[in-house]
């Protein structure tokens, strides 16, 4: 297949140089990364061969700049696998998850080029660098160190040989997680069904019906149908269906899910990590994963998850007791303390309606129309860094429900910053989930090119000509998102390797985090969360009321659950050796010693866990939300102590060292540069609601 057939290989006409969606098949690609693999082989070649001594241009600089044709394949690949997947795509995704997986082993092996590479780092203090290209020279020597390129000739070869298998049991983990999510459902075919459920929760679950086929309104495993239903159905029966469903994704159990039992590959996948770990010097691989992270050990990480577990499931015994008595007041649990996790959530929202303080989610859930919350944040966004959005609606995209907005920096004349897509809906065949991801790096080696930068998110969506309706926790996990997608837009570097979010996995989360902050900030509330059909504004009484509820921050049930599942990770990655390992077992056991809430549970469990198991990048690394809330909460205060949340001088020094720096600048360093000192974890504490504000 040659460039005039095959559009992966052309050039992109399309306005920004957008992929041209509309032409591309999922029988492009295999030619495609055949044809772009080939020429990023002859361009390494070529600069280990040179004669020339190597230099930081003719060696480092060159490096970064090679490869650009494969990348622009690899990123439509790994966008629309995530986002938009088919059959015939997944089974390109298999198909190519070795030879990916085996490209990219050759290229951090190649000996040739990684002497000239070493040989500069060893001359690094001599050469006179600039500040980012030292860094660059750092990192890119240290890619080359950890996927082997230092090891002996035998242990490097068996690297690659894992990483390729590595690669194939990742996309079969996700995969089968996609088909569960996808296909299981509960139909709601009786009016009886429907009871308790916010007017806006139904139509979300007839429009996820309608997707699937249904007359009637369903229950998928998505995120925001799941969690809702769980927390506002009176149907005690229905909500132990559901709860049950959701933690069993991954495990094989549903109808048709034969040959998807995710544990076996997961105990797979810890093997070899193991092994992988062995081969470069270390006992397991939490200490292998975290030689490249802030933390730095896994006493350090276990240190900041126990300061934060301890209070943690303290509050969260009180909270059960509390619970359990207004469950055996309304008939749905004994009064001894015992609370079913099918009850928890809904329990809590019983509570929260009886409190006169507070306001429930479902009273409120009319003021944040997803429109409304993107124009929130968006005003934030130009508030805080002087951005401008403007939605260009002619673009041919990937799916119908994709938007895409111009990003303008009106601090730099107007000029175009990047372009913005957002993909809000669950569907099937996009993955579960909210994430960030790229169609193109912000970098100025070998020419200036501009981000495209994509935030996927899953809310239900509405029926058409009805405004979709965000949760309070689906506002967080919009700005959360957009948070990344800022630190992708805003990147200010040279070196492609260096650009945007490609910063060490436990600081990528501080600027989405911090984001979130001024999705309730009070002024941006009474400006954008208005009625979705009166267009009244909240009340300043409203407003206290939600905050006070706990609005912006995570309830008790979601710190326990996401605390105990960061530390299940780190016990499974701590492992040396796996003999006679059971995965569900290790699961049970490490929730029993470290005192997991039975009406609590984790957040993910094991099979479903895809943050360690269809990826590397958070595994032993799912603490990386909490040691990012560290600074994070710290940061806010900044804003705090200015006395304005949109203090210009702080968001001056919060987009120059944060938003835009990449990873030009050791994480420690540029939030030292930031905040004038480093981070305590006290604000983490008082956000979460562990200790005294």
């Known amino acids: 297949m040659n460039t005039t057939t095959n559009p992966l290989l052309s050039s992109w006409t399309t306005p920004h140089g957008l992929p041209p969606f509309d032409r591309i098949e999922a029988s492009h690609f295999e030619p495609a990364f055949a044809a772009t693999w080939a020429a990023h082989r002859a361009e390494l070649d070529a600069i280990a061969a040179q004669s020339a001594p190597p230099s930081f241009e003719n060696t480092l600089a060159a490096f970064d700049r090679a490869g650009a044709a494969l990348q622009r394949v690899e990123l439509v690949f790994h966008n629309l696998t995530a986002s938009h997947s088919t059959p015939a795509l997944q089974a390109a995704e298999l198909a190519l998850a070795g ?207 126990q300061r934060a577990w301890q209070p943690a499931r303290a509050k969260a015994a009180v909270e059960q007791r509390e619970l359990a008595a207004l469950g055996a007041e309304l008939g749905i649990a004994s009064s001894d303390a015992s609370v079913q996790p099918w009850d928890w959530r809904f329990l809590e929202e019983q509570q929260r309606q009886r409190r006169a303080r507070a306001a429930g989610d479902a009273e409120l859930k009319d003021h944040f129309a997803l ?166 504004a909240l009340t300043p009484a409203q407003i206290e009321a939600l905050r006070a509820s706990g609005a912006g921050s995570r309830s008790t049930l979601d710190s326990v659950q996401y605390i105990a599942a960061a530390l299940v990770d780190m016990a499974l990655h701590e492992q040396a050796q796996l003999q006679g390992f059971d995965l569900g077992a290790f699961e049970a056991a490490t929730r029993e010693r470290i005192g997991v809430p039975a009406g609590c549970g984790l957040m993910h469990r094991p099979p479903q866990f895809r943050h360690l198991f269809a990826g590397d990048s958070y595994a032993a690394g799912y603490y990386v939300y909490i040691w990012a809330e560290v600074l994070d909460a710290d940061a806010a205060e900044a804003f705090r102590e200015a006395g304005d949340a949109f203090d210009g001088a702080t968001a001056a020094r919060l987009l120059k060292h944060v938003y835009s720096a990449g990873n030009t600048v050791e994480p420690r360093a540029t939030y030292r540069a930031f905040r004038g000192r480093d981070a305590v974890v006290e604000p983490m504490l008082k956000k979460r609601g562990l200790i005294a504000a």
């Open 371 to 536: 429109e409304a919350m993107i124009g929130a944040m968006f005003d934030c966004a130009g508030r805080l860094f002087g951005l401008r959005f403007a939605e260009k609606r002619d673009c041919a995209l990937y799916h119908p429900d994709v938007r895409l907005w111009e990003v303008y920096d009106e601090r730099n004349g107007g000029a175009l910053l990047g372009i913005f897509l957002g993909d809000n809906f669950a569907r099937p065949g996009k993955r579960g989930g909210a994430w960030m991801s790229v169609y193109r790096s912000q970098q100025r080696n070998g020419g200036a090119q501009i981000p495209i930068v994509v935030n996927n998110n899953n809310f239900a969506k509405a029926p058409a000509g009805e405004p979709t309706l965000l949760s309070t926790d689906d506002v967080r996990t919009l700005f959360h998102e957009f948070g990344h997608g800022l630190h992708g837009l805003l990147s200010n570097v040279h070196y492609r390797r260096l650009a945007g979010t490609q910063v060490l996995q436990d600081f990528v989360e501080l600027p989405s985090q911090l984001f979130e902050h001024w999705a309730f900030e009070p002024e941006i509330l009474a400006r954008h969360a208005l009625h979705a059909q009166t267009g009244a």
């Open 99 to 305: 030879p990916r997986a085996a490209h990219e082993s050759w290229v951090l092996q190649h000996a040739e080029l990684f002497a000239r590479i070493d040989a500069l780092h060893r001359e690094r203090a001599a050469l006179g660098l600039q500040p980012e290209q030292l860094r660059l020279l750092e990192r890119v020597h240290l890619d080359f160190v950890l996927a082997g390129a230092a090891l002996a000739p035998a242990a490097r070869e068996r690297a690659a040989a894992i990483a390729q298998r590595l690669a194939d049991l990742y996309t079969r983990f996700n995969q089968n997680l996609l088909a569960d999510e996808s296909e299981w459902a509960l139909p709601l075919a009786a009016e009886a069904d429907l009871d308790g459920l916010p007017a806006t929760l139904v139509a979300a679950a007839r429009e996820a019906g309608a997707q699937r086929g249904s007359s009637v309104p369903v229950v998928a495993l998505s995120r925001s149908l799941a969690l809702p239903f769980l927390t506002h159905s009176t149907r005690r029966e229905l909500r132990e269906r559901v709860w049950r469903a959701w933690v069993a994704r991954g495990e094989g159990a549903f109808e048709g899910g034969a040959g998807r039992d995710n544990r076996p590959l997961a105990a797979e996948i810890l093997q070899l990590r193991i092994e992988l770990a062995g081969l470069h010097g270390f006992e397991n691989f939490a200490d292998y994963a975290l030689r490249d992270r802030m933390a730095g050990t896994p006493a350090a990480v276990n240190e900041l998850l």
